[in-house]
């Protein structure tokens, strides 16, 4: 597609359901990261893939929160057992494999934990 | 470790005033400087980004943002302010042996007065 696309664009759960968010990068780029914004704040680092490799998930908060690109396109972030602190705007991006390029961002999952 | 400050969470100008946001960043390493740009219920999009070479980088809509190493500064400029600039502002900061992973500021909420 044209950009990164993310599904659902909104999302309500009660405090102990799962979720699944969805990442669709833009055709061909090598890296997708998801971020976590929560109300006010800048974007921290959740984690990190190239093609099907997570390279680095430091950022993810808990074992609750997992992440998967099994074929080295669309993304999902898991999230079991959620809790309110997790509410947030989800942001997924993606760039081509160079050091320095952009990394393009798709709208966000907002998540609101009731 | 990587960290971004953004003087001032809320800039307010008139319709035509300079806009100056300011960004300062620690790094260790030679940065990726970069500044997004996010309107209300949409997503990040890149205004401009620095790796090497020149130091004063000319993005889109006008601004433009210089790198001063010995300040380790990266401010973003518009000679002119124009209604619809209004949004927040992000400055970010990464390097080559960081997985790419933007390191954020916290964001800075441009209001533009008629």
């Known amino acids: 597609g044209a950009g990164v696309s993310q599904s659902p664009r909104y999302k309500v759960a009660k405090r102990g359901q799962d979720v699944a968010l969805r990442c669709d990068p833009i055709?061909?780029?090598?890296?997708l990261f998801w971020y976590q914004q929560a109300l006010g704040q800048g974007p921290e680092f959740l984690t990190y893939?190239?093609?099907?490799?997570?390279?680095?998930k430091s950022g993810l908060p808990s074992d609750r929160f997992f992440a998967e690109r099994p074929e080295g396109s669309v993304s999902t972030l898991k999230i079991q057992r959620t809790q309110q602190e997790d509410s947030a705007v989800y942001l997924c991006?993606?760039?081509?494999?160079?050091?320095?390029?952009?990394?393009?961002f798709g709208p966000g999952t907002r998540l609101t934990v009731l | 470790a990587q960290s971004v400050t953004q003087l001032g969470s809320h800039v307010s100008v008139s319709e035509g005033a300079l806009v100056l946001l300011r960004c300062n960043y620690s790094?260790?390493?030679?940065?990726?400087l970069f500044w997004y740009v996010q309107y209300p219920n949409q997503g990040l999009q890149l205004l401009l980004k620095?790796?090497?070479?020149a130091t004063l980088v000319k993005g889109i809509n006008g601004f433009e943002a210089e790198f001063k190493k010995s300040e380790t500064s990266f401010h973003l400029t518009k000679p002119s302010a124009h209604m619809s600039d209004a949004a927040e502002y992000f400055c970010?900061?990464?390097?080559?042996?960081?997985?790419?992973?933007?390191?954020w500021g916290l964001g800075t909420s441009l209001a533009v007065n008629p």
């Open positions: 991006a993606s760039s081509s494999h160079g050091l320095s390029d952009t990394q393009y």
């Open positions: 790094s260790s390493v030679p940065p990726y």
């Open positions: 893939f190239q093609n099907e490799a997570q390279l680095d």
């Open positions: 970010a900061v990464t390097n080559a042996g960081n997985n790419r992973k933007l390191i």
């Open positions: 055709s061909g780029h090598v890296s």
């Open positions: 620095y790796t090497t070479g």
